[in-house]
DNA sequence: TTGAAAGCGCTAACAC
DNA sequence: GTGTTAGCGCTTTCAA
């Protein structure tokens, strides 16, 4: 016996499951949502759902969310998708918040403070029940807004040293060791850095984790052999490496801040005529897709850039249930891949 | 003469701006409004801004959307935003979205029916004024579906053949056809084609354009020198050059669907001894970042990703502002660009 | 030109 | 257990 629709046009709506269920539209509600699904009888709960499965009811979350102050929606501040590293956490994060039923929120921010306040409070706008921020300097407005209120924020690739706000990290101090233990195994002693920008964090880390690993290894982090770039690019990578080369201190590896920076190091390498491995070692950080395929293939250290993001989800539904929980800080294994770019240390000694 | 907030917790409504400007909330609106400002007296208009200015009042959207039924949001149904191509044709989207104040809200779908159905039925919940789909697959719900009232629709990197839908997508036939071309003018006679999935439209539309270059050079297109990939992989690619191989026609230059496949042509060929390009010449089609330094730098059509995305975007809003524009086409420039995976053809043959 | 009032679809406090 | 009511913040008729 077909029932005809009752409003007569648009999606059907929470009143015209109660007409055909014949309750109130507040037993409607009730009877749909999970949590309060208990507080109506079972033969009505069961007539509203059919109800609702016929007229093929969909629950209006703009509606819920002006009346809720909820959005099931997760603002993502990333500082460009077109990373791969970035693209994989982002994947990991809708994965990991869709299960829970939010959705992300997702805009690239290109590092660009202006670019993430105006992300920020569009978001904000658009009652996001939280953020997580990719974003990589280590000053930022967001850790230390009093306006920050209510709303949750997780750090996803970065951490912030008072362990006031959740955060998923790749353990940089543990890669950067794999890759110092690594040099040294092979009869390197001379190891220089190339480090990643300072103002960003996982440059800064690194870096420590370099100066950490050099000492435990017993050996001396030459200052004339670390080298600081103005950011994570392939063009920084060959400058620095050029830099390094041109102060005439003996090295035979070098530790680069991450994957670009390494491959410019090859070009350095290439342009005045040394060869990789065969006169310098070079390892690299992330291991980005493709790197294999590299000349040389690169020996680099994997971060799992989609288990972070998926990690940072599963923080933020945490936080979102959970009531005031202690902001928990993460740290994801890395794992060392060796490849062609590093080999035993050469007789031969450069520069 | 500081005034007092006068909604004293959260951020500041219109009533709040109506009390401190002294008019009735309805005035406030259309004051707010561009589109209506028109309507209210400049004296009046001036201190409502004032007040707005002063509250830091923000209009909220989910309000707003509630009212208007529409929400200032593009749903982008996405493979996966992993795969750099798509990564760049989505910040063209959100880059040419964002002057014009609408937010994309993304959905990975990795092609799949069902997860691109859901991620759409959630978007059309939330609201979302239209799509923007990178959809591959040629033949597809979301271009059939009778349901698709009233919301728009906008295609990235594919097209229907009706042309009732308003598409944005790199020209492939003008993009093989640069590759067939250099490859004649290198002397290459026997060109075999590694096609994509024939399933997926950039699969489709490529295979057709080999067919239709070969042609327009005089060439035969050998059926035994084609050989049809299940996906755009690396090891596809591998596979379907090896089958080419074993077929024992002779060719000297294969054009690859993407430069994934071409990436597993090198492998195949190397796998048998045969180089890259003295023996065989390869061409792929996309320029990924970083195909520039594989072993040989891969000569490869580059397609504009991000102006495809940018484009879409602003197809998108001119189907928003107009009221029926006939739906566009649009077709995007390619770019041979050449490396060295090309060369003369060898006297060597192969097989 | 502005005010009044209704209502988008939903939830939650309270009443029965 | 279920109905009633009020209202989230905004836009948009309709009247004045």
Redesign the pocket.
């Known amino acids: 016996m077909a029932m005809r629709k009752l ?1 007569l046009e ?9 007409r055909v269920a ?12 999970p ?2 699904r208990g ?7 069961r007539r509203v759902l059919e109800a609702a499965q016929e007229l093929g ?8 969310g ?4 909820r959005s099931n929606t997760i603002g993502v501040l990333v500082p460009d998708l077109m990373n791969p590293l970035f693209a994989a956490v982002v994947r990991g994060i809708e994965d990991g918040l869709r299960e829970a039923g939010y959705t992300p929120l997702i805009a690239n921010t290109d590092n660009d403070a202006e670019r993430e306040q105006v992300a920020y409070e569009a978001m904000n706008a658009r009652q996001v029940d939280g953020f997580i921020a990719a974003t990589a300097r280590r000053d930022h407005w967001l850790l230390a807004d009093d306006a920050r209120t209510g709303v949750k924020l997780v750090l996803v690739n970065r951490r912030v040293d008072s362990d006031a706000l959740p955060a998923v990290t790749g353990d940089d101090h543990e890669g950067i060791r794999l890759a110092v233990e690594h040099l040294v195994r092979l009869g390197h002693r001379r190891i220089a850095h190339v480090a990643g920008s300072q103002s960003l964090y996982t440059g800064w880390s690194r870096h420590q984790g370099f100066l950490d690993a050099m000492r435990s290894e017993g050996l001396e982090a030459d200052p004339d052999l670390i080298v600081y770039s103005q950011g994570f690019t392939v063009r920084e990578g060959g400058r620095c490496c050029g830099e390094l080369l041109e102060r005439g201190r003996e090295f035979t590896a070098v530790v680069a801040g991450n994957d670009l920076l390494a491959l410019g190091c090859y070009d350095a390498l290439e342009q005045r005529g040394l060869r990789c491995p065969e006169d310098v070692s070079v390892v690299g950080y992330n291991d980005m897709p493709f790197v294999d395929r590299f000349r040389p293939p690169l020996t680099t250290v994997r971060v799992p850039h989609y288990e972070l993001g998926a990690t940072a989800a599963a923080l933020m539904l945490e936080q979102l249930r959970g009531r005031d929980l202690p902001p928990r800080q993460l740290l994801l294994a890395p794992e060392l891949v060796v490849r062609g770019s590093t080999a035993s240390r050469s007789q031969h000694v450069v520069p």
């Open positions: 409003s648009g999606p059907a709506t929470l009143r015209d499951v109660a014949g309750v109130h539209p507040g037993t409607v509600s009730r009877a749909l949502n949590q309060t507080l109506v009888n079972e033969r009505t709960a009811y969909r629950p209006n979350p703009i509606a819920r002006l009346r809720t102050n």
